[in-house]
């Protein structure tokens, strides 16, 4: 029988910041105890009855973008110890596909995105807020060599892209939850030292379940 509530992580930053590399240091950290990853970009909302030609137009780092009354509905499920039915986002049409993943409840949920500090509701469904800061630049450069190599997009459409929407959208909404963060950690998953600070307080949570 279930005693207890599951602890939830969030860990935000920009596009680039080192996030993802955070979050999968957590995951490793914790190989034979019950965890799960949940990415805020599962809940980007549906835009099926849109034209294709709007959907190009969509702007993937505005909080709008995002179906997170949905996402709130499936950690509160979670918290229960239900599982979801978590939505599958199709990049290529731009709205969500017909298929979801069964995500199983968890004892430790890792609640990834650019923008989960955002929501106060989502807040305070979290145990511990992690904000994960780079410089500007660093993140550019791993957001020119992950696009270019992974989505064979082009040096100049990623740089457009960036100096249009990312990084306005950054610093209109997603460096100033930042202030919301139990923890900062600069540079990412390379900042170790601030990594096992996290596990730490994690294992002392869990070594207290009964």
Same mark, same amino acid.
Request: hydrophobic letters at 35%; one cysteine or more; a negative charge.
């Given at each position: ?9 969030? /860990?935000?930053? $920009? ?5 993802? !590399? ?19 970009? !599962? #809940? #980007? ?14 702007? #993937? ?30 990049? /290529? ?9 069964? =995500? ?8 990834? $995105? ?37 989505? $064979?997009?082009?040096?100049? !459409?990623?740089?457009? =892209? ?7 959208? #950054? ?17 990412? $998953?390379?900042?170790? /030292? ?17």
């Amino acid at each position: 029988m279930v005693h207890h509530k599951p602890i939830v992580i969030g /860990v935000a930053g $920009g596009s680039g910041s080192g996030k993802t !590399s955070v979050s999968q240091a957590i995951l490793s950290h914790f190989p034979n105890h019950s965890i799960m990853m949940l990415e805020h970009d !599962s #809940y #980007y909302k549906d835009q099926s009855d849109l034209p294709f030609e709007e959907r190009l137009k969509t702007n #993937y780092d505005h909080p709008f973008a995002f179906d997170t009354d949905l996402l709130i509905d499936h950690l509160n499920k979670l918290l229960r110890y239900e599982s979801v039915s978590k939505p599958v986002y199709d990049y /290529v049409a731009h709205t969500r596909s017909c298929d979801i993943e069964i =995500q199983e409840p968890k004892e430790v949920i890792i609640l990834e $995105g650019i923008l989960i500090l955002a929501d106060k509701r989502l807040r305070d469904l979290m145990d511990i807020k992690v904000f994960v800061d780079t410089d500007d630049d660093i993140r550019i450069i791993r957001r020119i060599k992950r696009d270019i190599e992974e989505r $064979g997009r082009t040096l100049d !459409s990623v740089i457009d =892209q960036y100096l249009r929407i990312v990084k306005p959208m #950054y610093h209109q909404f997603i460096e100033p939850t930042k202030r919301y963060a139990d923890v900062v950690v600069p540079e990412g $998953g390379k900042n170790h /030292v601030a990594i096992d600070l996290i596990n730490t307080k994690i294992s002392t949570i869990l070594g207290n379940f009964p």
